[in-house]
C-alpha cells in the first residue's frame, strides 16, 4: 500500500471512530473504552498527517507562484524562498508520520524489572554487575525514575552475583529494553598486582513489567520457599524466614524477594517479579516467530549476545549493535547513557522503516 493510501486509511478511521464515539446509540462500555483509545492513539498520527499535507499544498502553491511571477523578480524571488524552506521542512514532516505509523510495542509504557547477573571471570565479574547495576540507578535518578531494589545477592566485597530491581516512571521500558544482552569489561582488578587487563562479563536483562491480568499462573504450579534474607558475606539481616523464593514447576522460572522485613510484601515483590518473567517469556516467543520475517533487529534479539564492551584503560564504550564508539566511559559509569539508548533507537526505527518500504 503506497504512503498516501495508508494516510487516508487512517485518517478515514479516525472520522469513523469520531463519529461512533458521539453517535446517538453509543457503543457498549468495553467498546466505547477501546475506541477511546484507539481514537486518541490516532489523533496524534493524524495531526501530523495534516501538517504534512498542509506543507505538500503550500508547496504546490509556492511553486506555482513562482511559475506564474512572469517579470516581478521580487515576487519570484519569495516564492522560491518559500520553496526551498517547504522542501528543506517535508522529509522531516514525513518520516515523524512514517514512524507514526510504525507497530507500536505495547510494552514501551510500562515500567520495567532489571536483572544484572555476574557472568564469567569470578570476582571481577560480580564487581563489574554492580558497577553496571549502580549505572542503571543513576540513569534512573537523571530521569527522575524510582529505583526499588528486590533482590541482592553480594560477593562480600562489593559485587552482587545478582541483583534486581524494578524501576518506574515515564517511558521506562520504551528506553531500557535495548539494554538485555552481554555486557564485557575489559580492565586491570583491584586484586590484580601484574597489571595485566582482564575481561569478564556480565549479563542485563530489562523485563516489562506485568500484572496478574497479563499471565495466567496457577497456584498449584507455584512452588514458594521461604528463607533467611542474607547480607553481605552471609550475615543475617533478620532472624526471620522472611525472604521469600517462588518457583513456577512448568517453566522453571524463579523469582526472589528479600528486600522487606515482611514475608507477605516479599511474597508480593517476588510474584511481580515472577509475572513479569513469564510474561516475557511470552513475548520473547513472538518475538522469535515474527524475526524469521525480519530483515534485522536490534535490542530485543539473543539475551546471549554480547552487545556492548567497557574497556577501561582506553577510557571507552563500544556498542557492538550499531557499532558506535564513545571515549566517556566515565560519563558512562555514571548513568549518561542518553547518546548510547538514543542511537539504538534511532537505528531500530531506521530498521523498521526500511522494512515498511
Not at 13 to 23: G, K, M
Not at 181 to 187: K, L, N, S, W, Y
Given at each position: 500500500m503506497a504512503l498516501d493510501e495508508?494516510?487516508?486509511?487512517?485518517?478515514?478511521?479516525?472520522?469513523?471512530?469520531?463519529?461512533?464515539?458521539?453517535?446517538e446509540t453509543p457503543p457498549t462500555p468495553d467498546a466505547f473504552a477501546r475506541m477511546s483509545r484507539e481514537y486518541a492513539e490516532l489523533s496524534g498520527v493524524v495531526t501530523g498527517i495534516e501538517d504534512l499535507r498542509r506543507a505538500q499544498e503550500e508547496l504546490a502553491d509556492a511553486e506555482a507562484l513562482a511559475a506564474d511571477a512572469g517579470g516581478d523578480a521580487e515576487m519570484r524571488a519569495l516564492a522560491e524562498e518559500e520553496c526551498r524552506a517547504l522542501r528543506?521542512?517535508?522529509?522531516d514532516l514525513e518520516r515523524q508520520v512514517q514512524l507514526s505509523l510504525l507497530p507500536k510495542d505495547a510494552a514501551d509504557g510500562r515500567n520495567a524489572i532489571l536483572e544484572v547477573r555476574a557472568g564469567t571471570g569470578g570476582d571481577e565479574a560480580a564487581l563489574f554487575a554492580a558497577d553496571l547495576f549502580r549505572m542503571y540507578q543513576r540513569y534512573a535518578?537523571?530521569?527522575g525514575w524510582?529505583?526499588?531494589i528486590l533482590d541482592a545477592s553480594e560477593t562480600g566485597i562489593g559485587g552482587y552475583k545478582e541483583a534486581t530491581a524494578t524501576i518506574s516512571g515515564r517511558d521506562v521500558f520504551a528506553r531500557l529494553k535495548y539494554e538485555s544482552?552481554?555486557?564485557?569489561?575489559?580492565?586491570v582488578p583491584v586484586t590484580e598486582s601484574g597489571g595485566r587487563?582482564?575481561?569478564s562479563a556480565a549479563t542485563v536483562a530489562v523485563l516489562p513489567e506485568a500484572e496478574e491480568v497479563d499471565v495466567e499462573v496457577d497456584d498449584k504450579d507455584l512452588r514458594i520457599d521461604t528463607y533467611r534474607s542474607q547480607g553481605a558475606g552471609g550475615q543475617h539481616v533478620n532472624t526471620t524466614d522472611s525472604a521469600v523464593r517462588i518457583t513456577h514447576l512448568?517453566?522453571?522460572?524463579v523469582a526472589a524477594c528479600q528486600d522487606e522485613k515482611s514475608q507477605h510484601k516479599n511474597k508480593a515483590k517476588a510474584m511481580k517479579m515472577l509475572w513479569a518473567k513469564l510474561y516475557d517469556a511470552e513475548r520473547q516467543r513472538l518475538d522469535d516467530e515474527r524475526a524469521a520475517n525480519r530483515k534485522g533487529q536490534v535490542g530485543s534479539g539473543d539475551r546471549s549476545e554480547r552487545i556492548r564492551t567497557y574497556n577501561f584503560p582506553q577510557g571507552r564504550v563500544t556498542d557492538h549493535r550499531i557499532g558506535l564508539t564513545l571515549h566517556k566511559l566515565?560519563?558512562?559509569?555514571?548513568?549518561?547513557?542518553?547518546?548510547?539508548?538514543?542511537a539504538l533507537i534511532t537505528e531500530d526505527q531506521a530498521a523498521r522503516l526500511a522494512e515498511l518500504s
Open positions: 495508508k494516510l487516508d486509511a487512517v485518517v478515514n478511521r479516525h472520522a469513523e471512530l469520531a463519529a461512533l464515539l458521539s453517535a528543506e521542512r517535508l522529509p535518578e537523571t530521569h524510582r529505583f526499588e544482552g552481554v555486557h564485557r569489561v575489559q580492565r587487563i582482564h575481561t512448568p517453566t522453571g522460572i566515565d560519563r558512562v559509569m555514571e548513568g549518561d547513557l542518553d547518546e548510547v539508548i538514543d
